[in-house]
């Protein structure tokens, strides 16, 4: 089976990566599987900036098809930050970013808000050059709720709400899956990601010396 790493270190996403890409016949692994300790730095204004930054990062350091994405919550009322901040926006601390946003937004009439991924995906290169990088993106547009609702999820979730009134937090995991943002660019890239892991499947195996 064709192995395909995900780059991230949160408990959290690397689980929800694991249930959007089951559809894949594929052995999804974390760095830490592969003893892996990188730190790339998110400096880029933008989330396929930043995306990409961390799929050749890993990509290169494990030779091995590699997912990676920046994601972010935007908020009209907040001038659509904290974008790609939204990690950063409570010095790390997604959890807090959360009640950070919803203490920003108390008495403001425009909750309008969406939330945005994108993926990278970096394949390497049989020869030793750079990683060769596709891009995907997923949007859900939504509001900010007035106070934190459901279990699920992790980071914004609990705050961002759904036009039908439910928060991310308040999905089951399928439900999650067919409208989060991070869901939408998972299945745009499912295609190519089938493609490649086939590729891979069938390149010869590099003969070990006697």
Do not use: Q
Not at 159 to 169: M, N, S, V, W
């Amino acid at each position: 089976m064709s192995r395909l790493l995900v780059a991230t270190n949160n408990p959290g996403k690397l689980a929800e990566f694991r249930r959007l890409l089951a559809p894949l016949e594929a052995d999804v692994v974390s760095p830490a599987e592969l003893g892996i300790t990188l730190d790339v730095p998110e400096p880029h204004d933008t989330y396929a900036e930043n995306a990409t930054a961390k799929a050749v990062a890993f990509a290169s350091a494990s030779g091995t098809l590699t997912v990676a994405d920046d994601s972010g919550i935007e908020v009209a009322g907040l001038g659509w930050e904290p974008g790609v901040r939204s990690a950063r926006f409570a010095d790390g601390d997604r959890a807090r970013g959360a009640d950070l946003v919803l203490e920003r937004l108390a008495g403001s009439p425009d909750r309008r808000a969406r939330m945005v991924c994108w993926l990278a995906v970096a394949n390497p290169d049989a020869t030793g050059g750079a990683p060769e990088v596709e891009l995907f993106g997923g949007i859900v547009e939504g509001s900010i709720a007035d106070a934190r609702r459901g279990a699920g999820g992790f980071g914004y979730d609990p705050i961002f709400e759904l036009p039908d009134g439910r928060t991310t937090a308040e999905l089951d995991d399928a439900e999650k899956a067919a409208v989060s943002h991070r869901g939408r660019a998972v299945a745009a890239a499912l295609p190519r990601l089938r493609d490649l892991l086939a590729a891979d499947a069938r390149m010869p195996a590099i003969a070990e010396d006697a």
